[in-house]
């Protein structure tokens, strides 16, 4: 999907922007470039505990959710999101929201702030050119990304 808005979606706490959630084992490869997702409940649900997501969100904004930016639920298959460029602000929960096992979650050239909290949850990978901070609690500290033989980009 590109230069697409999706504004003020959902109500009474669900829904939202944009929402995944492949059943059956099934494999969904998303790609959204250039999308504004503003004024949602949520502004996009990653869901993967029947089916494997691959996911790359670049030059993008999401902004003013009224629960949080990003949630992306792993499962045994995995939950796969690039964020790239992209700026994640003002949301009234999180800015980016993880949980369950076989999140991947890269982040690299983005700006995530003006949340109540930024980033949140486990498999959070940094390349380290971002902007986080003036959320009110800025989160979970972010792994770097391995760079060459493993070692972690500066």
């Known amino acids: 999907m590109s230069d697409t808005t999706i504004d003020n979606n959902g109500s009474a706490g669900q829904g939202g922007g944009i929402e995944v959630a492949p059943q059956n084992s099934a494999i969904a490869s ?3 470039d250039g999308v504004k997702m503003r004024g949602n409940v949520y502004g996009m649900g990653l869901t993967a505990t029947s089916g494997t997501i691959a996911t790359v ?3 993008s904004v999401i902004a003013g959710s009224a629960v949080s930016g990003i949630v992306v639920v792993g ?4 939950a796969f999101l690039t964020i790239e460029e992209s700026s994640i602000v003002n949301n009234g ?11 991947s979650v890269q982040i690299g050239g983005s700006t995530i ?7 949140s949850g486990t498999g959070l990978v940094s390349f380290k050119n971002n902007q ?4 009110a609690t800025d989160g979970t500290p972010i792994t770097a990304f391995p760079g060459p033989g493993g070692t972690p980009l500066q």
């Open 75 to 78: 499962g045994p298959t995995g």
């Open 113 to 119: 702030t003006g949340n109540i909290t930024g980033v």
């Open 93 to 103: 929960g999180y800015g980016v929201q993880t949980a369950g096992s076989g999140v």
């Open 132 to 135: 986080i901070g003036d959320n």
């Open 57 to 59: 969100l670049r030059h």
């Open 30 to 32: 998303v790609v959204l």
